[in-house]
């Protein structure tokens, strides 16, 4: 069934779900539909063109080109995205046997994150929450505990306003947030933080083993970004409270610097683009490290502790 959501500034249209309760709020031009695509037997050999992305550690995963069509966007043993030159269009052609759950995330995810990307939109690895007038983000690498980290929060009062993806507009200062997930994937050791909602929130196993949260969510956009935590998770057992730290200007650039949404550029323009955008958003916005003490259990205080550390009074 195609669903039609608002999602990280763009109205898209997808023939596979999204799972995200984002309904345009009027009759806006789609800017981004997404389609299935017959199946195929992914070549061997690389396409030509120039490449883009590149990303490869013990294997393969995912890659980008640019071709005389648009761009090619591989996951490697599972589909390949092809988008038109105006990226309003992209087709999903999966391997054969593909999971067809996993095809749904990635279209969620890391399809909308590439044409954000090369549409020369802000982006960072985030997820953030709505605390009063303001948003908090937490940026971080998968496994940081980025969504671990805004679950807490938002059981203890906030709302979300994305998962994994955050997009900001930076023709304010401080620059402000577009809406985007309405779900938290949490790995399943941290699933069980749905028992510290007051009404157990809706709950899913998303198509890479994780489980989706589906928590009360922020519906006001441009909200101004007011702190960006980057969460440092103490397994150690001995740490009880939190250690917020702010970090200096270059200090702030150089850690998130380590964190992209994607991995594996190669190209020079959207490198410098996105290391100006960087500069533009340590500039404007305070980044904090926190050393946080990790569960579960997780103590009761710990989001207050982060809030109010940031500078965030009320939740």
Known sequence: MT??????????????????????????????TITLGDPIVQPEELPPGKRLLHLQVSKQFFAAWRTDEGYLLRFFDTCDVHYDRTLSSAVIHPVAGADPDLLAVLAGGTVLAFALAMRGEPVLHASAVQIGDSALAFVGSSGMGKSTTATLMCADGALLITDDLLRLDLSSTPPTCSLGATELRLRKAAGDLS????????????????????????????????????????????????????????????????????LGWEDEEVLGRQFQQLGEVVDRVPVFQARLPWGPPFPAQLAADVRLAVGLESA
């Open 3 to 32: 669903s039609l959501v608002r999602l990280y500034g763009l109205t898209v249209r997808s023939e596979l779900p999204l799972h995200q309760d984002r309904p345009p709020a009027d009759a806006q031009a789609v800017d981004l």
């Open 195 to 262: 028992d510290r909602f007051a009404s157990a929130p809706g709950r899913r196993t998303t198509g890479d083993a994780r489980d989706a949260l589906a928590i009360p969510a922020s519906t006001t956009e441009k909200l101004p970004l007011a702190a960006i935590v980057i969460p440092l998770p103490d397994n150690s057992g001995e740490r009880t409270t939190a250690e917020v730290t702010k970090l200096d200007g270059m200090a702030a650039f150089l850690q998130l610097a380590r964190f992209p949404r994607l």
